[in-house]
């Protein structure tokens, strides 16, 4: 089971998952590891992927990689609500799944919500 460090300390994913936002989320979620685990991080979350992929509300992700031989992984996912991802990552059987991360394994994930910034991002 991977242990979880929350990004922001004040307001953790289980509050997150509370909220009636509108619209579309962004799940960024770190993962460190030990680089001898490496392998079976990617294949546990392929296998947490698969089941997320088949979620309704589930638009997509994509994992990446560190540089410079650091074992810090990043996944970016998009969900259509929270209420969609809060649904798929409360699912039994989802939470069954992630116990197969390895031990090593350190995840903070965080919903976001893309912004508007004149001249520089679009909604």
Known sequence: MPKL???N???G???QL???EDGSVVLINVFTIDPEDEDALLESWAH???FMKAQPGYVST???KAIGGSATYLNYAIW???ESFRNAFTNPEFQRRIGRSPDSATVSPHLFKKLRVSGYCVE
């Open 18 to 20: 509370q909220s009636n």
């Open 5 to 7: 460090n929350e990004m």
């Open 9 to 11: 300390n004040e307001v």
């Open 13 to 15: 994913l289980s509050q």
């Open 62 to 64: 994509q994992m990446h």
């Open 80 to 82: 259509e609500s929270v």
């Open 48 to 50: 947490d992927a698969e």
